[in-house]
């Protein structure tokens, strides 16, 4: 890197003196560099006549490349800068969509009052593409749920424990009932989600832990359209709070005689390096969410 820069500076200057006093090296140490450098490449990258010296074809060609390539490294290092500097940078967040409209707004919320210049790039996808871009360091977090227990205490950092319901039309019979047991779903069409996710796959153990498989009518990947689903009265679902659900003719009750719920938090890649505003990010989300 040193050698680049100092072909550039002579490149600039066309002076070995003028050059040294620019980088604040003596003119013989930068002489030997950009002998060194010529011998690595095999071409001379300046003629010198007499005292002075002109850049030679080779040197114009190359300085193009060094140029850009220099250009390239000072944004790295900056990068680098920043990355090391908690209250800079930018912090690649996926999240669930039915995450994003109830904790993830009071999340940023609160972390921006405090460190304002901190940026976030966010993606909304489902649990399994959440997952994917974990493992492939697309992004730095994923705000998900631990159903599956991918994670332990090297990778996840536990928000909150958030209640699940069971959800039917208002004009359902359940339709007044508070609480209802797993066994009374066990002859309704349920609204479910897609097989791969997540959710799908812990309201099926549910299911098969009290004895019977759920007949599963439709399937879908967001809670909107699952909710919109059921307030036609074409299932019954098991479904996160999702902020808009009150407005639909849908009626809300609990499952007690099963642990219903999730747990919510923030995850990464067991093995990443994390930039010191995403560890800030989760510390301060782990001990200031309500």
Not at 51 to 74: A, C, H, N, P, W
Not at 196 to 215: E, I, R, S
Request: aromatic share 10%; glycine share 6%; proline share 4%.
């Amino acid at each position: 890197m040193h050698q680049l820069r100092y072909f550039k500076a002579i490149a600039q200057t066309k002076n070995y003196n003028h050059a040294a006093n620019l980088l604040h090296v003596s003119q013989p140490a930068l002489t030997k560099a950009i002998h060194k450098l010529e011998e690595e490449l095999g071409v001379p990258l300046f003629n010198r006549i007499g005292r002075s010296i002109e850049i030679s074809l080779y040197g114009e060609k190359f300085l193009e490349f060094v140029e850009e390539g220099l250009q390239s490294l000072d944004r790295g290092v900056q990068q680098l800068q920043s990355m090391k500097d908690p209250l800079q940078g930018t912090i690649r967040l996926a999240f669930l969509q039915s995450i994003g409209t109830t904790i993830l707004p009071k999340i940023l919320r609160k972390f921006k009052e405090r460190y304002p210049d901190v940026q976030f790039d966010l993606q909304q996808c489902n649990s399994q593409r959440a997952l994917e871009l974990v493992e492939n360091n697309e992004v730095d977090l994923c705000l998900a749920t631990n159903f599956s227990r991918s994670f332990n205490q090297s990778n996840w950092v536990r928000i909150k424990n958030e209640q699940l319901y069971g959800y039917c039309s208002i004009t359902h019979p359940f339709h007044k009932v508070k609480s209802l047991s797993i066994q009374d779903l066990r002859d309704e069409p349920f609204i479910g989600y897609k097989d791969y996710l997540l959710m799908q796959k812990q309201v099926m153990k549910w299911c098969h832990d009290a004895g019977f498989t759920p007949n599963i009518v439709f399937q879908g990947t967001d809670v909107p359209t699952m909710a919109g689903l059921i307030s036609a009265n074409l299932g019954i679902g098991i479904l996160p709070y999702y902020s808009g659900l009150e407005a639909l003719p849908i009626h809300r009750f609990e499952i007690a005689d099963i642990h219903c719920e999730r747990e919510v938090g923030l995850a990464w890649k067991a093995d990443a390096i994390l930039s010191a505003s995403t560890q800030l990010f989760i510390e301060f989300t782990s001990s200031n969410y309500e």
